[in-house]
């Protein structure tokens, strides 16, 4: 609360008080209204102040407020523009909101002062029809540029039953084609230069070295890339609208299918946010089981990576060892959670069922089992000498252009940054365990690879010390929004049996108010930003994932290179399509 006011305290000696208030929340994240004629010189300052050095922006969202039963928002507004902040070197999160009227209203873009707020405008401007004045590129982004309608917004309709069945004619077909069509002029890019005649090149929508339906449109000088357009959305499938009609509760498996190769990981950065905003607190044994369980599932993404990018640069062997020792962890999971890849297993205060018997015997199998294959696929894939050459000094990045960009995880700690949000901010229990976060110094693709090989072993040292303290105690909070009265009193006591009926037939009602959580996943820093009215559904879920941004970048850092280097930097950031589109 203190930073919180030193903050407020800080604008309003730079700015006239009467456009800036404070509000409160959940989540205790200093909450600040901000005129949107204000906007941009108050992110100038946070930014660049010495005193406030917020100079990752971390995340930028629109809220539809039209249909808001329970307010908290300070200003009237028809709309809100959220923009969260965060200062590495006070580690702390600030989040500013802009209120706007109208239909159809305008704000001052961020983009000349956050190089990442390009596509986050873009996205909003795509979702709910607010614009950016001063944008470079303002276009859709997710949808297709013939999409009718602004999807977020709440008049859009939420369900495929609410709108008519589609027709794909002659002509319309004819128009979509033309509209898939990639025109440079409008990216302001030429055909030709003084002295070469530039060549524009299709990878994707669908290519192996893209890993999912991603389209990069890339201009260049024969073998050199000039500039990249990466063309995403063929994977969006909507799941912030999800959010906002289904209950709490059966949102928890739509998570899995963002990061797809995360597992919990995912129901665990949502129901942080869930169990903010309701007040729960869980039991310790609840936070050591989703330590081991995230922990494993990060260990199984790692080995897609490791495998795959391997196979990007030409190794065949490697995928096929790495997916042997990810199906062993898939069988712990199976054993635990009765699902392998999407166990929607995380439950509101708890996990859906204890730890079954047998437990330990198939975890320390694999901690045995799995340092002496580590370490071969190491000498394997690091130490061979075509993955070296094509991947040391490819797709390089500095510290400072890490944090301009957003970039988080991995590709962050490969600059030398010592940062994983597991240490700096922890979370379920992980300031009680002890790992080591990986560095490296250069920032290439080779140094991405080196970290995440490390952040295996760490993993490993993890599961092993929740394996040999998993503390008593149940498996989920005792607490009424998310465990059932006592069965044997529903007989007797009427409203135990009201409380019962309601939580289980709609689902727990959470307090009206926001929050939002933040995890180290497994590609980077993954959040729910989560607002309610006090209902049994949220009114509106804001999924902020590590690889949005770190698309985003890869035009950036593949300039000067050549489309077979594109591969290797593709390889080395880790991403995932439904991570970016959701």
């Known amino acids: 609360m203190r930073f919180a006011n030193s903050i407020l305290q800080h604008l309003q000696d730079h700015f006239n008080a009467d456009v800036l208030q404070q509000q409160v929340t959940a989540d205790e994240i200093p909450t600040v209204w901000v005129a949107k004629e204000k906007i941009v010189p108050v992110i100038q300052y946070l930014k660049s102040d010495p005193h406030q050095s917020f100079s990752f922006l971390y995340d930028l969202c629109g809220i539809d407020e039209r249909n808001r039963t329970k307010k908290t928002t300070a200003p009237p507004s028809d709309f809100t523009v959220v923009y969260h902040l965060f200062s590495y070197s006070k580690n702390h999160f600030i989040r500013i909101k802009v209120a706007l009227l109208g239909a159809y209203p305008s704000l001052p873009s961020v983009t000349s002062v ?10 909003v401007y795509d979702m709910f029809g607010i614009r950016f004045e001063g944008h470079p590129h303002l276009q859709r982004i997710l949808m297709p540029h013939t999409w009718k309608g602004y999807p977020l917004r709440k008049e859009h309709p939420a369900r495929a039953t609410e709108m008519g069945p589609y027709q794909l004619w002659d002509e319309k077909q004819d128009i979509e084609q033309e509209a898939l069509r990639f025109k440079p002029e409008e990216w302001g890019m030429q055909r ?25 449109v890339l201009q260049l000088d024969g073998e050199d890339i000039v500039d990249a357009v990466p063309e995403i ?20 498996p739509y998570t899995d299918r963002v990061d797809y190769l995360g597992g919990v990981m995912n129901n665990l950065a949502y129901l942080l946010a869930v169990e903010k905003l309701a007040g729960i ?7 050591v089981i989703r330590v081991m369980l995230c922990e494993l599932f990060r260990i199984a993404s790692h080995l897609v990576w490791f495998g795959t990018f391997a196979q990007d640069v030409g190794q065949l062997s490697p995928v096929f060892y790495m997916f042997t020792d990810r199906e062993k962890i ?20 708890g996990v859906s069922q204890d730890l079954p018997k047998g437990w330990q015997q198939l975890v320390q199998s694999f901690v045995d089992h799995f340092p002496k294959q580590l370490k071969e696929y190491n000498n394997m894939v690091m130490r061979n000498s075509i993955f070296r050459a094509r991947t040391k000094g490819i797709g390089v990045y500095t510290l400072e252009e890490a944090i301009e960009w957003g970039v988080t995880g991995a590709g962050l700690r490969a600059c030398g940054f010592e940062w994983d949000f597991r240490k700096k901010r922890p979370y379920s229990g992980y300031e009680l365990f002890d790992f080591d976060i990986p560095v490296a110094h250069n920032g290439d693709c080779y140094d991405r690879s080196v970290v995440r090989v490390e952040e295996m072993r760490q993993s490993l040292r993890i599961i092993e010390q929740c394996m040999n303290n998993m503390p008593e105690g149940g498996y989920k909070a005792d607490h009424p929004l998310t465990t059932p009265p006592v069965k044997k009193h529903t007989m007797q006591d009427i409203e135990t049996l009201i409380t019962h009926f309601l ?20 590609k980077g820093a993954n959040s729910y930003y989560l607002t309610s009215d006090g209902s049994t559904a949220a ?16 035009p950036y850092i593949s300039k000067g290179y050549t489309v077979a280097d594109l591969l290797s930097i593709l390889g080395s950031v880790d991403f995932v399509l439904a991570d970016i589109d959701r």
């Open 114 to 123: 956050y190089k990442n707020a390009n596509w986050y405008e873009r996205e």
């Open 192 to 216: 030709e230069s003084d002295d070469a005649d530039f060549m524009f090149l299709n990878i994707g929508p669908q290519h192996p070295g893209t890993h999912g339906v991603l389209r990069i």
């Open 233 to 252: 959305g063929f994977h969006h499938r909507g799941a912030e609208k999800m959010g906002e009609r289904q209950s709490w509760h059966t949102y928890i």
């Open 281 to 287: 607190e869980v039991p310790d044994r609840v936070k």
């Open 330 to 349: 898939f069988d712990i999971i199976e054993a635990i959670c009765g699902g392998r890849m999407h166990p929607n297993w995380f439950r509101i205060g």
């Open 503 to 522: 939580n289980v037939s709609w689902g727990p009602v959470i307090p009206a108010g926001e929050a939002m959580s933040c995890i180290e996943a497994t």
């Open 539 to 554: 009114y509106r879920v804001r999924i902020r994932t590590p690889s949005f941004p770190h698309m985003q970048m890869v």
